[in-house]
Nanobody
């Protein structure tokens, strides 16, 4: 029984910063790969950033250099630090993680999403 919960979304000005958090709760033994996706208005869901258990990261070209994904394994948490925000970053951001529960199979889990709105 694992759940992911995103937080930190909200309204930011263009050029501003925002930090998203995603906490895994429940019977978590270990977190494998963790990712952030987003879906803008009229857009398909896209991968924003990913981080593996060893800290290796991958970013979409549109956010590379502006966004930073990190993780805190002790807290079963991943973060997405966003800076130099653009209006194009407006989207619902989703946390995705591969989780190894203390009991049961390794599965992918998704959060409910958090809205990020960037305005002029």
């Amino acid at each position: 029984q694992v759940q992911l919960l995103e937080s930190g979304g909200g309204l930011a000005q263009e050029g501003g910063s925002l930090e998203l958090s995603c906490v895994a709760s429940g019977s978590v033994y270990a977190m494998n790969a963790m990712s952030w996706y987003r879906q803008g208005p009229g857009q398909q869901r896209e991968l924003v950033a990913a981080i593996n258990p060893n800290g290796r990261t991958n970013y979409a070209n549109s956010v590379r250099g502006r966004f930073t994904i990190s993780r805190d394994n002790a807290r079963n948490t991943t973060y997405l630090q966003m800076r130099a925000l653009k209006t194009e970053d407006t989207a619902v951001y989703y946390c995705q993680a591969e989780v190894a529960p203390r009991m049961g199979p390794i599965l992918d889990y998704w959060g409910q999403g958090t809205q990020v709105t960037v305005s002029l």
